[in-house]
Nanobody
Framework: QVQLVESGGGLVQAGGSLRLSCAAS????????MYWYRRAPGKQRELVAL???????NYADSVRGRFTISRDNARNTVSLQMNSLKPEDTAVYYC?????????WGQGTQVTVSS
């Protein structure tokens, strides 16, 4: 059973930074592609960033240049460094992976950016 546990959310002023982490267990982490999604109030879930098993990354246009996704295979963690935060980044952020064609999600962590 794969488990994903996010941490690091909170309240920050516009222009500030936060770092989210996702601890994974129950699978061979180094083989997993990992994703960060977010869901803002009243909006659909949005893919924010991804990092493939080989380390290739990609970002939503709305966060490109401000957010950085990284992974530590030795610690089974994936992180999302968020800089220059904007009020529109306010959302619940979720860690996600697919293992053996099954979707796994963390419980989510709230990020609130005040103006």
């Amino acid at each position: 059973q794969v488990q994903l546990v996010e941490s690091g959310g909170g309240l920050v002023q516009a222009g500030g930074s936060l770092r989210l982490s996702c601890a994974a267990s129950g699978s061979i982490f180094s083989r997993n592609n990992m994703y960060w999604y977010r869901r803002a109030p009243g909006k659909q879930r949005e893919l924010v960033a991804l990092i493939l098993s080989e380390g290739i990354t990609n970002y939503a246009d709305s966060v490109r240049g401000r957010f950085t996704i990284s992974r530590d295979n030795a610690r089974n963690t994936v992180s999302l460094q968020m800089n220059s935060l904007k009020p529109e980044d306010t959302a619940v952020y979720y860690c996600h992976t697919v293992v053996d064609k099954r979707d796994y999600w963390g419980q989510g962590t709230q990020v609130t950016v005040s103006s």
